[in-house]
């Protein structure tokens, strides 16, 4: 497994199931598998188990990746666990992906994101929370899919494509100032 965060790489560690809500919704074969495990989620971003599986499902299907996909809804603290002990560093993230391994052609992987950091990036850039886990969700199945940001090439390239599948679900550009409210991400 190949650790990444959205500012460096994805992991596999495995999932945090977490101490709250753990609402499993599957959304067909391809469909991501969602747990809520921190309820501020559901506070914060109504019905936040469909804006993840309408980011995944469109980010699987801009990639033409067909697997399972797995995304909690977790908290600092886990994400920084999993950070340090997939990463070596010892903080949270707003995004980590956990590439599965490859065996007879699997593709897919965990998507754990936490709900304190991006909180505070989506207030930071006064964003819309809903607009903000739909990225990290499109940007998190983009690196199971085997792009990354490391040179300012793949970054551009990677930028392009999540805009590109934001815009497809009404969320503005996220890399555009000015342009963070989403049009229709909660739905």
Not at 4 to 16: E, L, N
Not at 84 to 103: D, I, K, M, Q, S
Not at 169 to 176: D, H, I
Request: with cysteine; aromatic share 4%; proline share 6%.
């Amino acid at each position: 497994m190949k650790p990444r965060s959205s500012t460096g790489p994805a992991h596999k560690g495995g999932v945090a199931a977490g101490r709250a809500t753990q609402a499993a919704l599957k959304a067909g074969p391809d469909g991501p598998d969602v747990t809520v495990a921190d309820r501020r989620w559901n506070r914060a971003v109504p019905h936040p188990a469909r804006v993840v599986k309408r980011a995944a499902s469109a980010a699987l299907a801009a990639t033409g990746c067909h697997g399972p996909v797995t995304v909690v809804l977790a908290d600092d603290r886990a994400v920084a666990r999993m950070n340090w002990r997939h990463r070596g560093r010892n903080r949270p993230t707003n995004v980590l992906t956990f590439e599965y391994p490859a065996a007879g052609g699997l593709w897919g992987g965990d998507i754990i994101i936490a709900f304190e950091t991006v909180a505070r990036e989506a207030q930071a850039a006064g964003r819309d929370m809903a607009a903000h886990l739909a990225h990290l969700v499109v940007h998190g199945v983009l690196h199971l899919a085997g792009h990354d940001h490391h040179h300012p090439g793949e970054a551009r390239e990677m930028e392009m494509l999540e805009a590109r599948i934001l815009s497809g679900l009404g969320v503005a550009n996220p890399w555009k100032p000015g342009r963070m409210v989403t049009r229709g991400a909660r739905s």
